[in-house]
């Protein structure tokens, strides 16, 4: 067994067997790397040393024998014998009139006198689905929890599988040890990083290493050391690119998380100058100053609540935070949540948390976070106790205090989310996204068309310098887009480049932005009140004052909303 593997998740479930909290104990994990380490634990640790047996069964291979061999652990198919009259409906009767055993009924039957006869460990991997019918595989865990023959000879069950609920129900697992195991802890994956360099010959140092650390961090060891590989074959490196999308192909796979690499920077965003400072002072700053922030106490945000109109770049500005503060930005796809088969919504939350846990320090992207719904009274059928579960995991989660996962919400209409969610310690900070004022505006504009300082933006082939558009914009495009939103600024500019494309012109000019701006439908009233509606949400919503009068300022300006009118 490989000296730098953690073996605390070992030790937990055989000091639960010690204590004969009960004689089974499920381990969650199908990492290929931490299944290796359990057997040879079981075969060369003292504390295992009083085993007489260790049986381990697969669907596919049927039920063996794990024998030590010189490269590890060895598997040795179990024949059973039998009389020249019995029936053999499993496999073939040997020459010496025996059979190995493979349906797994048979299997437990078997196991069953073994482990009240002699100490033995009996292994079970790789179950899926267990039709109970079939099999009896959970009765026959929960009478071998309880019989005191096999407490006293100290036998052990170990089944391994990925999620205990699956081949569990509730009842059993009550029966049953249940220790999950993290996919790999940052020393772990330090050292694999280091050791598949070696082996290579890659050349690295200590701030790549700690960058691959971090990037491949939610993975199982099995995973990493998968990637690395497939890296270096390649790129002759461990290629930091590639592992981000190696990665992200692997978490999509769950369907219900998705890994983005952040595209945009603050600087990639216009205006919005009020918030950025105060995400900037009140979030960034204690992410990139840890000791500071403890020796205040200051933890690290739980969450923060984007609200606004559609199109005021909420989902662009949570991007823009998880590159600013170098962390995993992690779409939770609330859409693939629920399912219309019972039980599997609940399940899909599950997963969905535990794999954001198991990658964080990460920013969790919650779009149109009021689909979780409210609370409500008493459930009246599956479907709404399935809502309800939903929703209290994800509430449960939001609140929990050791929780690294940063939670961005965004909602267009923060009206309808549970009182549950805006109660403090859920979300630290409430951030209002209103449509942009005149300064904003003339920025937004000035992004799209390329002109921002370290901005990731292609720059547009215009007919005037920086200085002579920016001036234009100002005096001819800006009054003419009151209350535009961020999106609707963004298409201006396409629409613009399409004008001058379809005039086969090599450059925008001013009069097309100025053309473009004036095919937009705006209503003006609807937008005056949305307007209204939205500083009312601010104002109910967020509890910092000095922030909400900074904002406020930001985007008013008199008259602004009387010349949307003439759009």
């Not at 499920?26 to 040879?40: N, S």
């Not at 039998?82 to 009924?105: C, M």
């Not at 948390?353 to 609370?375: H, L, N, Q, T, Y």
Request: with cysteine; glycine share 6%.
């Amino acid at each position: 067994m490989e000296d730098y593997l953690d073996r605390s998740w070992l030790e937990k479930g055989m000091m639960k067997r010690k204590s004969n909290y009960s004689p089974v104990i499920c381990f969650e994990t199908v990492d290929p790397k931490r299944i290796y380490q359990l057997k040879t634990f079981i075969l060369n640790s003292p504390e295992m040393s009083h085993i007489e047996n260790v049986f381990l069964y697969d669907p596919w291979d049927g039920l063996g024998m794990l024998r030590k061999g010189s490269e590890g652990p060895v598997f040795e198919p179990y024949r059973k014998r039998i009389g020249a009259s019995t029936p053999v409906t499993s496999r073939l009767r040997g020459p010496d009139s025996s059979v190995e055993i493979q349906a797994l009924k048979a299997v437990l039957k078997e196991m069953d006198g073994y482990m009240k006869s002699s100490p033995t460990v009996f292994v079970v991997q790789n179950l899926s689905e267990v039709r109970e019918a079939d099999t009896g595989f959970q009765a026959a865990l929960r009478a071998w929890a309880i019989d005191p023959r096999i407490l006293a000879k100290g036998s052990t069950i170990v089944v391994l599988t990925s999620d205990a609920s699956k081949i569990m129900d509730e009842f059993t697992r009550e029966f049953v040890v249940i220790v999950p195991v993290d996919p790999s802890s940052q020393d772990e994956r330090r050292e694999i990083i280091k050791r598949t360099a070696g082996e290579l010959g890659v050349s690295l140092d200590s701030t790549k290493i700690e960058a691959a650390r971090v990037t491949l961090s939610g993975l199982n060891l099995h995973q990493v050391e998968s990637i690395l590989l497939e890296s270096y074959h390649r790129a002759k490196d461990f290629d930091p690119d590639i592992m981000k999308e190696l990665k992200s192909e692997m978490v999509k796979r769950s369907k219900v998380l998705e890994v983005r690499d952040p595209q945009f920077s603050f600087k990639d965003i216009g205006g919005y100058h009020a918030i950025k400072e105060f995400v900037q002072k009140y979030i960034i700053n204690v992410l990139k100053r840890p000791e500071k922030a403890r020796h205040f106490g200051l933890g690290l945000p739980k969450g923060l609540l984007f609200f606004g109109p559609p199109g005021t770049g909420k989902s662009l500005f949570a991007n823009a935070l998880a590159s600013e503060v170098q962390l995993p930005f992690i779409n939770l796809l609330t859409e693939n949540i629920y399912s219309k088969w019972l039980g599997e919504s609940g399940q899909n939350m599950k997963n969905a948390i535990s794999m954001a846990d198991k990658m964080s320090p990460a920013i969790v992207f919650v779009d149109e976070i009021d689909r979780f719904g409210k609370r409500s009274g008493a459930a009246t059928g599956s479907a709404e106790e399935e809502t309800q579960r939903v929703f209290s995991q994800f509430l449960e989660w939001l609140g929990r205090p050791d929780r690294e996962a940063i939670i961005v919400g965004t909602t267009n209409v923060p009206e309808h989310l549970d009182d549950a969610f805006l109660r403090a310690g859920r979300f630290d900070y409430k951030i209002p996204f209103l449509y942009p004022g005149p300064q904003a505006r003339l920025e937004i504009l000035m992004v799209h068309l390329g002109f921002q300082a370290g901005g990731r933006r292609s720059r547009v082939p215009l007919d005037q310098g920086e200085e002579e558009i920016r001036r234009y914009l100002e005096e001819a495009i800006v009054p003419c887009t009151t209350n535009f939103s961020c999106a609707e600024l963004e298409e201006l500019v396409t629409r613009a480049k399409r004008i001058a494309f379809d005039k086969d012109r090599e450059f925008v000019t001013g009069e097309d932005l100025l053309t473009a701006a004036k095919t937009f439908r705006i209503d003006g009233a609807h937008r005056k009140r949305v307007v209204e509606a939205c500083m009312a949400q601010a104002r109910r919503f967020t509890d910092d004052q000095v922030f909400l009068d900074s904002v406020e300022q930001e985007n008013r300006l008199e008259g602004d909303l009387e010349a949307a009118s003439g759009i």
